[in-house]
């Protein structure tokens, strides 16, 4: 049997027994035909103790495949001694609601990446016999298929994404203590306005790139990740449509799995993974034209933990508010436009001078996004929890800057 990773269009009797791991164009899966068991277990360990072992399974029959299907799988362990018929119907319960939510993720989302389950169970078994209309399996005759973990999986990409985010944060840091003294003034034309003198003792300073660089470096790293980010997502799918699981691998934030997954740390890093080409030339090109006019009121680090602060708040607005997945920049971008926005407004209100050109192209931008959500499947919750957090956090600091004033 072939260990290497299988790329099929779909799976066949045939393809199907001659791998271990396979990445699959299409699934179609058969939902009329569910197959569920549970069973359990006593597992003796060394140390003398003994506990029950309940295991549910669930499979979903192949369409195509005569002998073929995928299997969900949950397991829960009890002490030996308090393993009553009360307790047993707990945990009994707690895995068949766990399965149900499985269930609802693997119907939900575009499943690609399979395992071959080498020796089943006589649940998972007696699950598929129930799934595929048969009297009695073994397990030459039947193959099952589930989705693996990430460290199961025997290639390079399983790991890559840690290895991307730490070089990212190496890069940001880097920038962070070689531009310092060029940032303490905080303004985008303080940074980018070099001395006379200084042009003549440094000459890579007449260098537009690097003024630029000094001006918008932090910003101009943000939106590098996102193109380094989504060609490891096509790389990983072998295509230029990013498979679901893929981007789930690599950071994506889904409210479902937080049950069986408590990642938190995937509500900032969904904020650099995107769905498709176009969603990730939509979100940069709107990213340009709002960190162009934030960054004439503030530095692009600060600018730039607004950003990362209000994609958090985004995805705590969608799970909140909201279920299912989320991906994209779109909640930090709209995070710093509420930013701006909330400047302008404050120096309105304190009749100060208004940028009446960025307020009107920043606000129209704003609108076309949130109208956006309505017709083409982003998230209208995500886009108002980056703007309330952009709003909040700017409505504070100005607040503050009031009061330290008087």
């Known amino acids: 049997m072939n260990s290497s990773v299988q790329k099929v269009n779909v799976l066949t009797d045939e393809n199907v027994r001659d791998g271990y791991f396979f990445d699959v164009a299409h699934l179609p899966l058969n939902t009329m035909m569910v197959g569920t068991a549970m069973e359990s277990s006593v597992v003796d360990y060394s140390r003398g103790d003994e506990n029950i072992r309940y295991k549910g399974s669930v499979t979903i029959p192949i369409k195509g495949l005569h002998h073929a299907c995928l299997l969900l799988e949950r397991s829960e362990e009890t002490g030996y001694i308090s393993g009553s018929d009360e307790k047993a119907n707990q945990v009994q319960k707690k895995i068949s609601e766990r399965l149900n939510d499985d269930l609802k993720y693997v119907l939900s989302h575009r499943v690609s990446h399979l395992e071959r389950v080498l020796h089943p169970s006589s649940g998972n078994l007696q699950a598929a016999a129930y799934s595929l209309e048969q009297n009695d399996l073994d397990e030459d005759h039947c193959v099952m298929l589930r989705i693996p973990d990430i460290n199961e999986a025997p290639s390079l990409w399983s790991e890559i994404s840690v290895g991307v985010y730490l070089f990212l944060f190496y ?3 880097s920038l962070l203590v070689f531009l310092f003294p060029y940032l303490k003034k905080g ?21 537009e790139v690097v003024r630029f660089v000094k001006a918008y470096g932090p910003l101009v790293l943000i939106g590098a990740s996102w193109g380094v980010m ?15 699981d893929v981007v789930y691998r690599l950071g994506g934030f889904d409210t479902y799995a937080l049950d069986y997954e408590p990642q938190w740390w995937r509500m ?3 904020g650099f993974l995107h769905g498709s080409i176009k969603h990730l030339a939509g979100n940069l090109s709107v990213f340009v034209v709002v960190s162009y006019y934030l960054c004439s009121e503030m530095n692009a680090f600060r600018a730039s933990a607004i950003f990362l602060i209000t994609v958090v708040t985004s995805s705590l607005a969608v799970f909140m508010f909201s279920h299912g997945s989320t991906i994209g920049a779109s909640g930090g971008i709209m995070g710093m436009a509420g930013a701006y926005i909330t400047i302008e407004i404050f120096r309105f209100l304190k009749g100060e001078g208004v940028n009446k050109e960025g307020l009107l192209i920043v606000g129209i ?9 309505f017709g083409f499947g982003f998230s209208l919750t995500g886009h108002l929890g980056g703007l309330a957090g952009g709003f909040v956090i700017e409505s504070l600091r100005m607040l503050y800057g009031m009061v330290k004033a008087e």
């Not at 003792?201 to 007449?206: D, G, H, I, T, Y």
């Not at 931008?365 to 959500?373: M, V």
Request: hydrophobic content about 45%.
């Open 171 to 173: 890069l940001v840091f």
């Open 187 to 207: 303004k985008r034309e303080d940074i980018v306005a070099v001395k006379e003198e200084e042009k003549a003792e440094s000459l890579w300073a007449q260098d």
């Open 230 to 244: 989504f060609l490891i997502e096509v790389l990983m799918s072998y295509g230029v449509h990013p498979y679901p």
């Open 268 to 270: 900032l890093t969904c």
């Open 365 to 373: 931008l704003t609108a076309l996004t949130l109208l956006s959500s």
